[in-house]
């Protein structure tokens, strides 16, 4: 009868630390879900924020230049979200790799460059290229940083990054980028004059004497 209740006092304690066991890797788990959602938030407004900067640079009237605004400030925003998550960040790296990312996709690369070029025409092509190429930019923007932030988020690096690999996400948020540009885009302010001419029905009309 001892026997008994010793080899089932054994068995109670030996399923005591793997019930612990599993509390505390449940906990780790949840804690490094929670620090990944948060980074997450964090990378997506930094994404927003440079996404609105593309469009900015992108309505540079210059063909060329307006090109170059765009990849150095697709350049910053991997700087910024590689410090997010401590990710050792190289320039080089980042603008070779942004190259191979956005170039692997040829309809991608060749509507940059043409977006870009229709500026050189006064006028109309500067007008298109200056509506057209800022929602480009954008679109295209968005769709880095989300790529990378995938990446980072699976613990990657920009030694392991396979461009390759990343294509057809690339081409799915650039779609989803273009959708958001679409909504970024500032809605036209009341002129002045509009105001002006527009009367004032918040202030009460004076009593006749």
Same mark, same amino acid.
């Given at each position: 009868?001892?026997?008994?209740? =010793?080899?089932?006092? !054994?068995?109670t304690t030996s399923k005591t630390?793997?019930?612990?066991?599993?509390?505390?890797?449940?906990? =780790?788990?949840?804690?490094? =879900?929670?620090?990944?959602?948060?980074?997450?938030?964090?990378?997506?407004?930094?994404?927003?924020?440079?996404?609105?900067?593309?469009? $900015?640079?992108? #309505?540079?009237?210059?063909?060329?230049?307006?090109?170059?605004?765009?990849?150095?400030?697709?350049?910053?925003?991997?700087?910024?979200?590689?410090?997010?998550?401590?990710?050792?960040?190289?320039?080089?790296?980042?603008?070779?790799?942004?190259?191979?990312?956005?170039?692997?996709?040829?309809?991608?690369?060749?509507?940059?460059?043409? &977006?870009?070029?229709?500026?050189?025409?006064?006028?109309?092509?500067?007008?298109?290229?200056?509506? !057209?190429?800022?929602?480009? #930019?954008?679109?295209?923007?968005?769709?880095? $940083?989300?790529?990378?932030?995938?990446?980072?988020?699976? $613990? $990657?690096? &920009?030694?392991?990054?396979?461009? =390759?690999?990343?294509?057809?996400?690339?081409?799915?948020?650039?779609?989803?980028?273009?959708?958001?540009?679409?909504?970024?885009?500032?809605?036209?302010?009341e002129s002045a004059e509009e105001?002006?001419?527009?009367?004032?029905?918040?202030?009460?009309?004076? !009593?006749?004497?």
């Amino acid at each position: 009868m001892a026997d008994n209740n =010793e080899a089932k006092k !054994s068995r109670t304690t030996s399923k005591t630390p793997v019930s612990s066991e599993t509390e505390t890797n449940s906990t =780790e788990t949840s804690t490094k =879900e929670k620090v990944s959602s948060e980074k997450e938030m964090k990378a997506d407004l930094i994404i927003h924020r440079n996404v609105l900067w593309s469009m $900015g640079g992108g #309505a540079i009237p210059l063909p060329l230049v307006d090109i170059v605004a765009v990849s150095a400030v697709q350049i910053k925003m991997l700087s910024e979200i590689s410090a997010l998550y401590e990710v050792s960040f190289n320039k080089n790296t980042g603008k070779n790799l942004t190259a191979a990312l956005i170039g692997g996709i040829g309809t991608d690369a060749l509507g940059k460059i043409s &977006f870009s070029m229709l500026k050189v025409f006064p006028v109309w092509g500067t007008a298109v290229g200056i509506v !057209s190429f800022p929602m480009f #930019a954008g679109a295209s923007t968005y769709a880095v $940083g989300r790529v990378f932030v995938r990446h980072f988020e699976s $613990g $990657g690096d &920009f030694l392991n990054f396979d461009p =390759e690999k990343y294509k057809g996400y690339y081409k799915d948020m650039l779609e989803k980028g273009k959708t958001l540009v679409k909504k970024l885009k500032p809605n036209k302010k009341e002129s002045a004059e509009e105001k002006a001419a527009t009367p004032d029905t918040t202030k009460p009309e004076a !009593s006749a004497v």
